[in-house]
């Protein structure tokens, strides 16, 4: 499992919906940067094409085997993650709100259902069989599904030092330890 800082999120009405690893992304219904591309991932949104984008695999408009994924959960966790597996999300308390495959047609509706935990994590598997995530990413339900309105700047949501908010006086860190990203509880 490896982990890279924060992800920047974007939601283009009627466009497209996915996170990269830096806040640069050209989004042309879905994003088609390259630089980085392991880091990037995109749902179309809204249209009549289900998605484009899982890391350097692009094209996925009509393929029935690549799987996009959404869980929610209560519990913060952070960062990108890749070859993370799906044992693990559920170990952690994550709950599956959306799966199809990425020549479905993603829809706001479809998203809708995934909202009303704190945390979300959006990821794509190679199969429905997968027991690993081949990309995904852990943000902040408000911040992840927030409309951005902008074509070429995603929204950082959490990396490097960010703060969580948990439970009245708890509060949860995301920093870089040793090259590792890390989820600390402050006292």
């Known amino acids: ?28 219904n879905c994003d088609y940067n390259n630089p980085d591309c392991s880091h990037r991932l995109c749902f179309h949104l809204d249209q009549n094409a289900g998605g484009y984008r899982a890391g350097c695999t692009v094209g996925l408009n009509g393929d029935s085997t690549w799987r996009k994924v959404i869980y929610k959960s209560s519990l913060p966790t952070c960062g990108i993650q890749y070859d993370y597996k799906e044992s693990d999300l559920i170990q952690k308390g994550y709950v599956k709100c959306y799966e199809q495959p990425y020549s479905h047609a993603t829809s706001s509706v479809s998203l809708a259902t995934c909202s009303g935990s704190e945390y979300v994590f959006v990821g794509a598997k190679t199969s429905k ?21 902008e074509q070429t700047k995603a929204v950082l949501d959490a990396g490097g030092a960010y703060w969580y908010p948990v439970s009245g006086m708890e509060l949860w860190v995301c920093i870089l330890l040793n090259g590792e990203l890390e989820q600390l509880r402050l006292q």
């Not at 997968?130 to 852990?138: D, H, L, N, T, V």
Request: charged share 5%; glycine share 14%.
């Open 129 to 149: 069989g997968a027991s690993s995530f081949a990309i995904g990413a852990f943000g902040v339900t408000s911040n992840v599904f927030k409309y951005t309105f």
């Open 1 to 28: 499992m490896m982990q890279v800082g924060g992800a920047y999120w974007y939601r283009y009405p009627g466009w497209s919906f996915g996170f990269a690893s830096s806040s640069s992304v050209n989004l042309n």
